[in-house]
């Protein structure tokens, strides 16, 4: 399979313990997108690397969060001490370059106890 | 107001039915996607465009820059069909894309 995979797909912990998720983009592709779902909501941008250079950030990426992409390819999203309202679907996608389309992965799914 | 905005919210259709979902945007953009989410999280591009029209399979998107509107058709509706259907836009000055809430459509046999 060459698309865009994430692992876990599911995740359950309890408040207050760090988590991490992994992004791997289609291979060619130099943008990894970080994007998070609440329920009944369209996803909400969080992060964007170009390559390994992190070149955006929103608002909603507290200092509990905190993303890498060190070799340009695969990409982890951590949360700290996580909260019960960081319960969500964590979404990545890759493009090849500014405007081409985004490919998206199957999304991690958090809940926060 | 959201910077992207769909109707409907919710969409209930018989199977053969032709089906229109409308997205607006307040924003420059540089290019609008549909996408179709089904239950589980999946997200599948169905189209990317930036003018005109195009077309796959049963599914027609359109888009008008000027009036900065877009609507996505599925023609003979099949059961199959049903998911959440969501617009998002690409900013003119940055490299995010902006969603809608989505429009839950359910097509009944």
């Known amino acids: 399979d060459t698309g865009v995979s994430q692992n876990p797909r599911h995740k359950i912990t309890k408040r207050g313990q760090n988590v991490t998720f992994r992004c791997d983009p289609i291979s060619e592709h130099n943008r990894l997108y970080w994007y998070r779902q609440t329920l009944g909501q369209g996803p909400e941008f969080l992060t964007y690397f170009q390559n390994e250079a992190q070149l955006e950030k929103s608002r909603l990426l507290s200092d509990r969060f905190s993303a890498e992409r060190p070799k340009g390819s695969f990409s982890t999203l951590e949360i700290q001490r996580t909260e019960q309202g960081d319960s969500a679907m964590y979404l990545c996608?890759?493009?090849?370059?500014?405007?081409?389309?985004?490919?998206f992965g199957p999304g991690t799914r958090l809940t926060v106890l | 107001k959201n910077e992207v905005e769909q109707s409907p919210q919710n969409l209930t259709a018989q199977e053969g039915e032709f089906i229109t979902i409308n997205c607006s945007y307040s924003?420059?953009?540089?290019?609008l996607h549909w996408l179709q989410q089904h239950p589980g999280g999946g997200i599948v591009s169905l189209f990317m465009l930036s003018s005109g029209k195009k077309k796959h399979g049963r599914l027609i998107a359109t888009i008008n820059i000027q009036e900065k509107h877009s609507s996505l058709h599925i023609t003979a509706s099949h059961p199959r069909d049903s998911a959440v259907y969501i617009c998002a836009v690409l900013g003119g000055a940055t490299n995010k894309l902006i969603f809608g809430t989505g429009t839950l459509l359910a097509v009944q046999p």
């Open positions: 996608a890759s493009s090849f370059y500014r405007g081409n389309e985004q490919f």
């Open positions: 924003v420059g953009i540089s290019a």
